[in-house]
């Protein structure tokens, strides 16, 4: 059986097991989950590597970044990414065991591909199972004087390395809005840039259509009330119990229990922090 197959076979698996638990008890879900999305991502790494194994590589301190053609960029990816690589690291006290691994895609298909995507717009940057995909800034950084400026702040490297630094601390167990308002919260904090800052009128989200049906809710919106959310919660509590959170998900509870355990507060009583 090749890995794409055993892929396909652990995913189906993974169906099955999230559906007899959720019958179960509905936090056994988070805890099969900090189980199995590690093994999950293991296969699919190895998957994307093999794929792209004609990408040229570029060794930084912390790094392995794979690019096709353009070594420039691939050696100002790693120039940014050692750059925020201490501070990520430092904020979230966490700091990957091995290095971590980057694409450089020079055409939106292809980062589509490799992450299993539809086609279409492609994002700026993607993480996905363990590894950070982003798309060449020549792709779509208009004013090439300030290519790098760009690139570095507006781009997508703090905020997908935020991702796998989440992904690693939870195992994988946490709520789509909770490591979008992180990484967007990180590049806040770390670059200056606020990211929808030209959203905050648009209109709010309640706590539940947030963390149920995030991927339903208008993108702009979802991460815009994502962002405002982690930074409450930051401004109030500390972003020490942040941390919290992310170390007891990533020990197999669920964001219910998890904000319990954290911020001594019931989850959906967050809809009253003070969101300006």
């Not at 999950?40 to 590597?49: A, G, M, S, T």
């Not at 904000?259 to 300006?276: C, G």
Request: proline share 2%; hydrophobic share 40%.
């Amino acid at each position: 059986m090749n890995k794409r197959s055993l892929m396909i076979l652990l995913c189906a698996l993974v169906v099955c097991i999230v559906t007899i638990l959720a019958a179960i008890d509905v936090n056994l879900i988070s805890i099969a989950k900090t189980t199995l999305v590690p093994v999950f991502n293991n296969i699919e790494k190895d998957r994307i590597i093999n794929n792209f194994s004609d990408y040229d590589e570029l060794i930084t301190e912390h790094f392995i970044i794979k690019y096709d053609d353009q070594q420039h960029i691939a050696e100002l990816t790693g120039e940014i990414l050692e750059k925020y690589y201490e501070d990520v690291c430092q904020m979230y006290r966490y700091y990957p065991e091995n290095k971590s691994i980057i694409f450089i895609h020079n055409d939106e298909d292809k980062l589509l591909d490799a992450v299993g995507l539809n086609k279409g717009n492609a994002p700026l940057g993607v993480y996905y199972s363990g590894t950070i995909h982003v798309l060449n800034p020549n792709l779509w950084v208009k004013d090439n004087n300030r290519l790098e400026t760009i690139y570095e702040k507006k781009g997508p490297i703090v905020h997908e390395f935020t991702h796998l630094i989440v992904d690693d601390i939870t195992n994988g167990n946490y709520p789509m809005w909770f490591t979008e308002g992180l990484a967007l919260y990180t590049e806040y904090k770390l670059t200056g840039f606020e990211w929808g800052k030209e959203n905050m009128n648009n209109h709010k989200v309640n706590i539940k259509d947030l963390n149920d049906n995030f991927n339903k809710l208008d993108v702009d919106v979802a991460y815009r009330n994502s962002f405002e959310l982690v930074k409450d919660i930051t401004d109030i509590w500390g972003f020490n119990k942040v941390i919290d959170m992310l170390q007891f998900l990533g020990d197999g509870n669920d964001i219910r229990k998890s904000t319990k355990a954290a911020l001594k507060i019931n989850f959906y009583d967050l809809k009253n922090v003070d969101r300006k």
